[in-house]
């Protein structure tokens, strides 16, 4: 599987050393949703990268954890976010050991969560769309 282009999820647009993870992770969170919490921190590199945790207290079974960072890698490629080191962490429990591992109107209310939480990241275009103000004529 080596897509390339801009929708691929290679090795450099991951957040996978323990030391990344702790440098983002010291920060204050950037956003909460119902299950999630992102960490942000601007990085130097051209491009966004993505860490995702999802503890197994909070969803037991393996097919929901995956479930989870499936939905959260498409949603970040898809995403036109600035250059950041993004941590989505999951938050509160999903469902039970008991329960369905993944349903539709799981999977559905936690693309809605993940959507909002890139979408708070976006770059602000009506204050680069203006640009700095002319310079006073002599």
Known sequence: M???GSHDFARVRR???TD???SVFRLRPAQKTAHFVLYTRPN?????RLGVVAAKRFAPRAVTRNTIKR???ELFR???LQALDCIV??????NTKAGPATTSALKAELRVELARLFASQHPRRAATSRGA????AP
């Open 2 to 4: 080596t897509g390339e």
């Open 15 to 17: 957040i996978v050393k």
């Open 20 to 22: 990344e993870f702790s």
């Open 44 to 48: 130097t590199l051209p491009h966004a």
């Open 71 to 73: 939905i959260t890698r």
């Open 78 to 80: 898809t995403s036109e």
């Open 89 to 94: 962490r999951l938050a509160r429990p999903v």
């Open 133 to 136: 103000p002319a310079p006073a």
